[in-house]
């Protein structure tokens, strides 16, 4: 989708929440059977944070949106709407989004969750820069939040070491320049796949052929090499698919941010693309994978560094269980 909108949207103040204890490689290794080396190899990753019994979805999304809110300069009784991407929420009924607005003082603000797993947060901002450019809202908080290490069976080598927790957080607010907020779009899923990455509470959810499965119920199952596959595919599609629709060369982007699942991952479409390695923004080796969290994680440290430049495109891609991708040129 392209914008052609007559008013644009601009990203007012981010903000982002990561648990206090940090768990290395090293700390990994008297967990599981595995090593630093091979994490790092096969992963990018180095450290992971993760929540203890006080930090939950809820309260890592209330202190990432609480900083997005002072950044922006944006009263929280203000904002129409307020969106939070999540799969590991502590409660189905009611939102995550429910209890944060109510913490932030959102009390005015339409309230709801996005269950799409690590494309949660840009499915977000997708919308939420649709409704702002269509007139239907001016101001709209977008969270994105998970703590996926309570859903880790720490038996399982292959997950207990790619998941960390954290949020991040964006008020995205209308701007007079239409050139502004998205200018492109996509939102993808394939239902097909959602057995590659799923969470059963009991027997009744597990497929038939994954009766055999190990690992217990109650925990995180994931196929990764077909994730692996799928998602090297998908990403290198999503940035040209991007690039060809906005007319965009590889060097007008000032930066690509990828979710952060794997850094092969992300390497892979760098070298496929020609992508100048230095614009594609890797945190992954202090994260891990952090689901709905990762883009608006990035996001928030490019903002907070200074390195987000008015006026130049940024590309964001993300792919998660369901399975689902999406992709957005944003022009900050
Ligand atoms: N430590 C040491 N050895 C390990 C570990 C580990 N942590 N995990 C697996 N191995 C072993 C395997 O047992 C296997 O051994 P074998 O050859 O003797 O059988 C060998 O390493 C290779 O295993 P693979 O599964 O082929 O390893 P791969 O290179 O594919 O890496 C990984 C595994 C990291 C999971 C990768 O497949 C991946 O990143 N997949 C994508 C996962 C992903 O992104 N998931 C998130 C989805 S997004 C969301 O919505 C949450």
Redesign the pocket.
């Known amino acids: 989708m392209t914008a052609t909108f007559g008013r644009g949207v601009r990203i007012a103040g981010t903000g982002r929440a990561v648990p206090a204890q940090v768990l290395t490689n090293k700390d ?1 290794e008297k967990l ?4 630093d080396e ?2 790092v190899q ?2 990018g990753i180095r450290a992971r944070h993760k929540a203890n019994e006080h930090e939950t979805v809820f309260s890592l999304g209330r202190d990432a949106l609480l900083q997005a809110l002072q950044a922006s300069g944006v009263n929280p009784a203000d904002l129409d709407m307020v969106i939070v991407a999540t ?1 590991s929420g502590e409660m189905l009924c009611p939102s995550t989004a429910a209890r944060i607005s109510e913490a932030v003082g959102a009390d005015d603000a339409a309230v709801f969750d996005i269950a799409a ?3 949660g947060f840009l499915y977000a901002l997708n919308m939420a820069d649709t409704m702002i450019r269509c007139g239907r809202a001016e101001r709209i908080a977008i969270v994105g939040v ?1 703590v ?1 290490t309570r859903l880790v069976d720490w038996d399982d ?7 960390g927790d954290g949020a991040g957080a964006a008020v995205v607010v209308a701007d007079p320049d239409p050139s502004r907020g998205c200018i492109h779009q996509t939102m993808h899923g394939d239902g097909r796949m959602w057995r ?2 799923y969470h059963p509470r009991n027997e009744r959810e597990v497929p038939p052929a994954d009766a055999a499965n190990p690992i217990r119920l109650g925990h ?1 199952r ?1 196929h ?5 596959k799928f ?1 090297v595919t998908r990403f290198q599609e999503a940035i040209k698919d991007a690039l060809d629709r906005t007319g965009l060369g590889v060097d007008d982007v000032q930066h690509y941010i990828c ?1 952060q ?2 850094q ?2 992300i390497e892979s479409a760098v070298e496929k693309l020609s992508l100048p390695p230095e614009r594609v923004y890797v945190n992954i080796d202090r994260y891990g ?1 952090t ?2 969290a990762s883009i608006p994680i990035c996001l928030d440290e490019l903002c907070r560094a200074g390195r987000i430049e008015p006026g130049k495109p940024i590309i964001l891609v993300a ?6 991708w999406a992709s957005c040129v944003w022009n900050a």
């Open positions: 990994l599981v059977d595995t090593s091979w994490i096969r992963t799969v797993a690590c494309s998970e996926l080598r292959t997950v207990s070491i790619i998941f590659t990455l995180l994931m990764g090499r077909e994730i692996y998602a979710h699942s794997n092969r991952i994978n689901s709905a792919f998660g269980a369901g399975v689902t």
